[in-house]
């Protein structure tokens, strides 16, 4: 009677198990099946876009999943600059039009009359124009600072150890060259962490665009992986959770945006250059009307006595 049973579930796990080798281990939203295992997915009405779950799915696929995911109510997406032409993404999601490789399209409309250009990482590298604006390349990203914050740990980190567990949790995670991780400066205070990914200029193998995706997505609580483990250095044997992520992305040429629109961080310096002004003009009004009042109120008051 045992061993029927102990059959029974050797059968069963066999079949769980070889099930289980069709599977997306890149992607938790792909639907692989038949054989040869093909994994894919969704991005458009009755579209589906195969993929390659040995590697970290493109960008631009991701991107049209989650648009697609996002139009049919499906759950999605939820220390500075490293020099003066790095920009972060202000727009966040589109629609995204990709080739057949998974590489964006230099020119992106959004499926709207309103187009703009990008980088190889799909983040607006110019302003916004109508359907005739001309994209005449795909601008590579060879750069990315990715500030981290890491939660509050019990015992100190060892700043010294920093980079080497960083560039690891990235090679193991991302399976992407650590090489490539080319600084880590570290503020315990603020609990940040700058890392800089660069490649060569020129590059055109690394793609600083995914990994920096896909680790964006770690930080936020919604790994795009089938496990939903985190991305969690560890420095003498102590792991670092993070809680937030800011991307910066540095292009081979630099982007065209004008000063038409102004970033948060501007405004909010000009704000309070502004509030400090007024203040300053304040105190200077308040002090100038006090002494006119010592001056001749004082006398006349005298005089009404
Ligand atoms: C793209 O269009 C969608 C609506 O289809 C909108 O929600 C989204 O904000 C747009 N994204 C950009 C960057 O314009």
């Known amino acids: 009677m045992k061993i029927w049973i102990a059959l029974l579930l050797a059968t069963f796990a066999v079949g769980v198990s070889a099930q289980d080798q069709c599977i997306c281990d890149s992607f938790k939203w792909a639907t692989c099946g038949g054989t040869p295992c093909q994994c894919s997915v969704t991005v458009g009405t009755g579209e589906n876009q195969n993929l390659d779950c040995s590697k970290l799915i493109p960008k631009c696929f991701l991107m049209k999943a989650e648009m697609f995911r996002a139009r049919h109510g499906l759950s999605t997406r939820t220390g500075g600059k490293p020099v003066d032409t790095a920009f972060v993404d202000n727009d966040g999601i589109y629609d995204p039009d990709c080739d057949a490789n998974g590489a964006f399209r230099a020119k992106q409309c959004n499926n709207t009359e309103v187009c703009w250009c990008v980088n190889s990482a799909g983040v607006r590298r110019t302003d916004k124009g109508d359907k005739s604006l001309r994209c005449e390349k795909l601008v590579e990203t060879y750069w990315v600072r990715l500030e981290l914050k890491h939660k509050a740990v019990n015992n100190a980190v060892d700043a010294a150890k920093l980079q080497d567990a960083v560039a690891t949790a990235i090679q193991n995670r991302y399976s992407f060259d650590k090489t490539l991780v080319k600084e880590v400066q570290y503020d315990p205070k603020a609990r940040l962490i700058v890392v800089d ?24 609580v919604l790994p795009l992986f089938k496990d939903q483990a985190k991305f969690e ?73």
């Open 197 to 220: 990914v660069q490649k060569e200029k020129g590059d055109r193998k690394a793609d600083l665009s995914r990994m920096a995706y896909y680790m964006e997505k770690d930080v936020k």
């Open 233 to 305: 250095p560890s420095v003498d044997g102590q792991k670092l959770e993070m809680e937030n992520i800011l991307v910066y992305y540095v292009d081979e040429e630099a982007p065209t945006f004008t000063m038409k629109r102004l970033t948060g961080g501007v405004i909010a310096v000009i704000v309070v250059v502004m509030l400090a002004v007024a203040a300053g003009l304040l105190v200077l009004f308040l002090k100038r009307r006090r002494e006119q009042r010592y001056s001749k109120a004082e006398p006349r008051e005298l005089e009404a006595m």
